[in-house]
């Protein structure tokens, strides 16, 4: 097991003897990443990391099990001196304090209203010889299991002519994940595996690509779940142990049922904030009145306990 040391943060040779020169920022977030998972003590479990390729471009896909995923990935593949560009949701690239460090640490901003843009730049950053990160399943996994893939990690693989490197994350849930309240409980346990390469073959189709990524990915992660060293505090804290190894978090048929639940809500929250837009710029519209305020120009009704 490993856990992250103070001579870890400051060593000068943490990212290779030559890193790239403009990759200054995504080195400092590294470097921060590293002393929140000091203060944490989080104990890790890397294996596979020779698998990453020291040059080259590649594919890494993993499940997606907490929102900490992609700091455990990039962690298990500083070894080589790789700083993976992940592929996220282009919201978070808005937003006023994550979007310049997302932006400069040249991650990939996904739009899934415009997503050929999103792909076009993920083959370019492949074919520059850029590891790309992708959770193909596209959101956390509330069953803890692989959910269905999105075929675009492998079409990237076919169409820049390289290697997928199926990997598995586990354990980060129990610190943040979906409907759950962030525990910073220290001394969690965190596994991360990386299997052999899934090389394409000759005339291979994007979904014979991702079924082969799918046996990789599902037998990493019941790995990763079979091995893991700690195990629940108590009959109320199975949550995070998918159901088929005896835990209580939901099947992969509630869950996507949960999935499907959770995207109905956020169609009707986004056309109402629409609405509500929209209402506030028509013209000569009024902000309500707080309760109990008067109107302009008339005098305030007055209190009850007040004295005539």
């Not at 990391?49 to 993993?62: D, F, L, Q, R």
């Not at 803890?144 to 849930?173: S, Y």
Request: proline share 9%; aromatic share 8%; glycine share 8%.
């Amino acid at each position: 097991m490993y856990t992250a040391s103070w001579r870890d943060v400051v060593r000068r040779d943490l990212f290779g003897p030559r890193p790239e020169r403009g990759d200054g920022p995504y080195r400092l977030v590294v470097r921060v990443t590293l002393v929140i998972f000091r203060l944490l003590r989080l104990r890790f479990d890397v294996r596979g990391s020779e698998h990453v390729p020291t040059s080259g471009g590649a594919v890494i896909c993993s499940n997606h099990v907490s929102y900490l995923d992609f700091t455990f990935l990039g962690l298990g593949a500083l070894p080589r001196h790789r700083l993976v560009r992940f592929m996220a949701k282009a919201s978070v690239f808005g937003h006023w304090f994550a979007g310049p460090f997302m932006r400069a640490m040249r991650h990939i901003p996904v739009d899934r209203k415009a997503g050929a843009a999103a792909f076009d730049a993920a083959v370019r950053s492949l074919r520059d010889g850029q590891v790309v990160g992708v959770f193909p399943e596209a959101t956390i996994s509330q069953s803890f299991t692989v959910k269905e893939l999105k075929a675009g990690a492998a079409r990237m693989a076919l169409d820049a002519q390289v290697p997928i490197l199926p990997a598995a994350v586990w354990g980060g849930h129990r610190v943040a994940t979906k409907k759950r309240p962030v525990d910073l409980t220290r001394g969690r346990a965190v596994t991360v595996l990386f299997g052999e390469p899934v090389v394409p073959e000759p005339g291979e189709t994007p979904p014979a690509l991702l079924a082969r990524t799918k046996v990789a990915m599902e037998a990493l992660l019941d790995e990763a779940q079979r091995t893991y060293p700690q195990q629940p505090d108590g009959p109320d804290d199975t949550w995070w142990v998918p159901a088929h190894l005896g835990g209580t978090a939901p099947t992969p048929q509630e869950a996507a049922e949960r999935d499907s639940a959770d995207a109905a809500g956020a169609r009707v929250r986004a056309r109402t904030s629409r609405r509500a837009r929209l209402l506030a710029r028509l013209p000569g519209r009024r902000r309500p009145r707080a309760a109990g305020s008067a109107a302009p120009g008339r005098p305030s009704p007055e209190r009850p306990d007040r004295a005539a």
